[in-house]
């Protein structure tokens, strides 16, 4: 089992659409918790940190679920902008703050 | 503020030729990363540095060594490349390694062919 697995997609979406990513973890030991976007051919880019409570930037809500060990974001109104590579990143829960990527999820919002 | 850059951003290399990724950021982190991307495998860790003066192995160091210079730079050196070693590699900062501010920062990356 991937130590971070997320559904690759693509999702295909219009403009103004929600849209919901899910990723789950396999270690329990993990502390932090983070979405990063990459667009085609350039680096990964921080989206946001997730907290426990679960945090919102704008359109953006991410989840946390450490009992399930599962990791949510939810994008409302979609723009053709967010079109993109989603990656789940989890840290290993020791020194050092190695992080863990999953493969990522390609979202294209579509006009 | 420039944040992490990477040079060169491309390069092409013949096998057994060696060379230098270089890296440095401009945030005051205490941590660097270096990571390599290809298709299908993700963000796989080469080599850290948690602190300025210490260095550590991640998932695939072989073949790759590091040198953290200084607090603000770090390079990653491939003596004798091979084919395999074709990829896109992304260094990375963060500010602290444990708890507190833990995200990482990317370069633009170096995109690397080794014929």
């Known amino acids: ?9 693509p999702f295909n979406v219009p403009e103004g659409a929600t849209v919901a990513f899910n990723c789950t973890y396999s270690n329990s030991a993990s502390q932090s918790f983070f979405w990063y976007r990459q667009d085609c051919r350039k680096e990964p880019k921080l989206l946001m940190s997730v907290y426990s409570s679960g945090n919102e930037d704008g359109r ?3 989840q946390l679920n ?28 020791n020194a050092g703050n190695m992080l863990t990527f999953g493969g990522g999820t390609r979202l294209m919002v579509k006009p | 503020n420039a944040g992490v850059t990477q040079t060169p951003k491309f390069q092409v290399l013949k096998t057994g030729q060696s060379m230098t990724l270089q890296c440095a950021q ?3 982190h205490n941590s660097m990363y270096w990571y390599r991307q290809d298709p299908g495998m993700g963000l796989r860790l080469i080599y850290y540095s948690a602190s300025e003066g210490t260095t550590d192995k991640g998932e695939v160091p072989n073949g790759y060594n590091v040198s953290r210079l200084n607090k603000r730079e770090f390079s990653l050196r491939l003596e004798s490349a091979a084919p395999s070693q074709t990829s896109v590699y992304f260094c990375a900062s963060s500010e602290a390694t444990w708890g507190g501010r ?4 990317f370069g ?3 995109r690397l062919t080794v014929t």
């Open chain 1, 1 to 9: 089992r991937k130590e971070v697995e997320q559904d690759p997609g």
């Open chain 1, 60 to 62: 953006f809500t991410a």
């Open chain 1, 66 to 93: 450490r009992a399930s060990q599962y990791i949510s974001l939810l994008i409302r109104d979609s723009k053709l902008s967010d079109s993109a590579t989603y990656l789940c990143v989890v840290n290993r829960g």
């Open chain 2, 26 to 28: 401009d945030m005051n």
């Open chain 2, 102 to 105: 833990n995200e990482q920062y």
């Open chain 2, 108 to 110: 633009p990356g170096t």
